[in-house]
T-cell receptor
């Protein structure tokens, strides 16, 4: 069974702080995605990383895919209350783009 | 931005009853999916659908589940005889092409089986 483990599970910080959340696996993936989900809504794609070592930036969010394509991190700089939400990582197996395997998510609360 | 639309947003049913969850994918998308999320658990893949047939299904997607694209716009998930453990948020998703193209999710249907 392929698993994606996310840490920490919960994170509560003050506005303006920096944070990093992690998505780890023992399996190699062809691509990995980060989603943000708000209560009562479906996941919304933030980024897809494909190449080992790849770094992508989305405003204050920096995503990195591990060199071996087994893990990823999401770093948020100067967090704002609007960043509050559930951050999920999901990945496709190598050779199978039909389904995503999901982590449990990191629930982030940014307090004003 | 185009949206995937799901109805109803909430569905309460008695155990053993049939339910149909409805989805309208984005109009030019060709690949359709159902996922579910039991409270406090990971999002789980149920089924993928392309070219009017199931392309892959998970172990969860047993004989009690079926999908249909009856009219070229709707994509439905039917559970024939619901069980308590079917209670979950069900998400429909679609995308235009294969590979790493963006997957769009609907807002989900919260199914409660009593």
């Amino acid at each position: 069974t392929q698993l994606l483990e996310q840490s920490p599970q919960f994170l509560s910080i003050q506005e303006g702080e920096n944070l990093t959340v992690y998505c780890n696996s023992s399996s190699v993936f062809s691509s990995l995605q980060w989603y943000r989900q708000e209560p009562g809504e479906g996941p919304v794609l933030l980024v897809t990383v494909v190449t080992g070592g790849e770094v992508k930036k989305l405003k204050r969010l920096t995503f990195q895919f591990g060199d071996a394509r087994k893990d990823s991190s999401l770093h948020i700089t100067a967090a704002q209350p609007g960043d509050t939400g559930l951050y999920l990582c999901a990945a496709h197996n190598a050779g199978n783009n039909r389904k995503l395997i999901w982590g449990l998510g990191t629930s982030l609360a940014v307090n004003p | 931005e185009p949206e995937v639309t799901q109805t109803p947003s909430h569905q309460v049913t008695q155990m053993g009853q049939e339910v149909i969850l409805r989805c309208v994918p984005i109009s030019n998308h060709l690949y359709f999916y159902w996922y579910r999320q039991i409270l406090g658990q990971k999002v789980e893949f149920l089924v993928s659908f392309y070219n009017n047939e199931i392309s892959e299904k998970s172990e969860i997607f047993d004989d009690q589940f079926s999908v249909e694209r009856p009219d070229g716009s709707n994509f439905t998930l039917k559970i024939r005889s619901t069980k308590l453990e079917d209670s979950a948020m069900y998400f429909c998703a679609s995308r235009q092409g294969q590979g790493t193209e963006k997957l769009f999710f609907g807002s989900g249907t919260q199914l409660s089986v009593l």
